[in-house]
């Protein structure tokens, strides 16, 4: 075998080793059909198909990573969707002294100041990112007990086509955020209470952030449920998602089994929406993923 022979071969074992084959799967595909594809999935079967590709303990948030609220007789808590990333951090800049308004002469200069601190320091930057499917996803551990996210802000999103809410923290208004249903996932014991004003800043907007343990990516599939948050890498995003949506609709027919021998109404997590090698061809995917 000639040098160039050789260099080829180890050219393509090394991009086989690094995933480059399967980033590009992942990248070949639109947002809309990964969001399909995803439609409905259970953490659980994700989980089990990460690990059928290779994937073990990896992308499972810590289990401190919980929803808000939880309604399982429409299961409207639970979400998938395309990340879009954001994270804030503490602030390193001086508290200025127009806060303090016992001298009314300092008023004008703490809006200035207020201003300063939203429009440029604290902004919501990650907001033009947002579209229909998307999850935001917010490393915000370490931001000073604020609170990056309300309930008003959140529902701007929503409308804007979040489905819904990853973060490490940093959630305020929660009563009027579970009243409204909005789904966020976080570790309800690092909530923030005060406004972001002198407490925190925006860092990076639609670059890799590290929440519940877990690297996430931009554009990379969250799932959500009660069994908490898992995150597929989007190189791995179509195989995971097929070989998951078949372990779904497997445990659905088994499920339907038992509930007709119980004399159990059947509900909608033992109807099965569409035969897998229908669903995958109609998405343009392989009809098996579990064969080359």
């Known amino acids: 075998m000639n040098k160039i022979k050789i260099t080829a071969v180890l050219t393509l074992l090394c991009l086989l080793s690094n995933g480059a084959y399967a980033q590009s799967e992942g990248n070949e595909v639109t947002d809309e059909v990964l969001i399909e594809l995803y439609k409905g999935a259970r953490v659980a079967d994700v989980v089990d198909a990460m690990v059928t590709v290779g994937y073990i303990e990896v992308g499972v948030m810590d289990p401190k990573i919980v929803p808000l609220w939880r309604d399982v007789n429409d299961m409207s808590h639970r979400f998938s969707g395309i990340a879009v990333t954001a994270r804030y951090g503490p602030t390193n800049h001086p508290i200025h002294p127009g806060v303090d308004l016992t001298d009314p002469a300092n ?11 939203y429009h440029e320091l604290s902004g919501e930057p990650f907001r033009e990112y947002i579209k229909p499917g998307t999850v935001i996803v917010m490393d915000n551990k370490d931001d000073n007990d604020a609170g990056s996210t309300g309930s008003n802000n959140i529902m701007d999103w929503q409308i804007r086509g979040a489905v819904g809410l990853v973060t490490a923290g940093g959630i305020r208004d929660i009563d009027e955020i579970i009243l409204q249903r909005n789904p966020v996932y976080t570790n309800y014991y690092e909530r923030g209470r005060g406004e972001r004003i002198g407490r925190n800043e ?80 109609r998405l343009g995917l392989p009809p098996d993923p579990n064969k080359p």
């Open 107 to 117: 008023y004008e200069l703490y809006r200035e100041w207020r201003g300063r601190w």
């Open 202 to 281: 925006i860092i990076d907007v639609q670059r890799p952030v590290v929440v519940g343990g877990v690297l996430v990516h931009p554009g990379d599939v969250v799932v959500a449920d009660s069994d908490g948050v898992v995150v597929v890498p989007r190189r791995v995003a179509v195989r995971v998602g097929q070989i998951a949506y078949q372990e779904l609709v497997d445990d659905m027919i088994s499920r339907r089994r038992h509930y007709e021998s119980l004399d159990r109404p059947l509900d909608d997590t033992v109807i099965v929406p569409e035969e897998p090698e229908t669903f995958f061809k």
